[in-house]
């Protein structure tokens, strides 16, 4: 048993949002948290970079159709969650850049949507590999919570020429820390995060799962080695940032 140190956060906002790199690593990310934070009433909207064109070890698939299919999972695993809103910027897998017009496209969703609360990749994290585009992703939103998506002189063409008003984002949730600081008890909703993940079909052979275990089984380890010393079955632990004022 390991002496619990995360800030458990029970509180559910009104509207969060995901940005992520590919489809999937959003129900891998806070799949379990976002499962049940629309149980309880959460407005949830998706914004997806790129098209995954290049995640397969099908030779046989074009990028092309590896792209529709992929967006093709993605909306039924957004059905199945209820997510409500799901935009896709269709950036090419492993071409995300930090640039200003990608940018430009996260500010555009942050003020659109108004979240309370964004969850994304950490891009910060320094323990092992990540790919390019989640931390292209990661800091990109980082940038967007913080100060664009805030300050009115940052892309003023949204706000005079597309109707949209500042908004300042509350929380930013990571995933993929190297050093967690809250847990949110997803045992109501792990269940339905290997569900939503398994929507990902063409990415099951790739999931890396051990033999003779499946992914939902990994999933539940992990959720439960996160919650060891809690009062709850299964969690997941982000890094979060909180907004001043
Ligand atoms: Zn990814």
Known sequence: ???????????????????????????????????????????????????GSAGTADRALTPAQLAEKRAAEQRAAVDFMGVKHLVMLGYPDGGLEPTREFLADVVRAIRAYRPHTVFTHDPYRIKGFQHRDHRAVGLTTTDAVYPF???????????????LEPHKV?????WGMDEPDVIVDVTDGVDQQIAALIRHESQVPGFNVPKGETIGNRVKARARELANGYAFEYGAAFRRLTARG
């Open 1 to 51: 048993m390991t002496t619990p140190t995360l800030d458990i956060i029970t509180k559910v906002p009104e509207r969060a949002m995901v940005v992520f790199a590919h489809p999937d690593d959003a129900e891998i990310g806070s799949g379990g948290v976002i499962a049940r934070w629309i149980a309880a009433g959460c407005e949830v909207t998706y914004v997806l970079c790129t098209n």
């Open 170 to 174: 509350r929380e930013l949730w990571y």
């Open 149 to 163: 998506a805030r300050d009115h002189l940052h892309f003023p063409d949204q706000i005079t020429g597309e109707g």
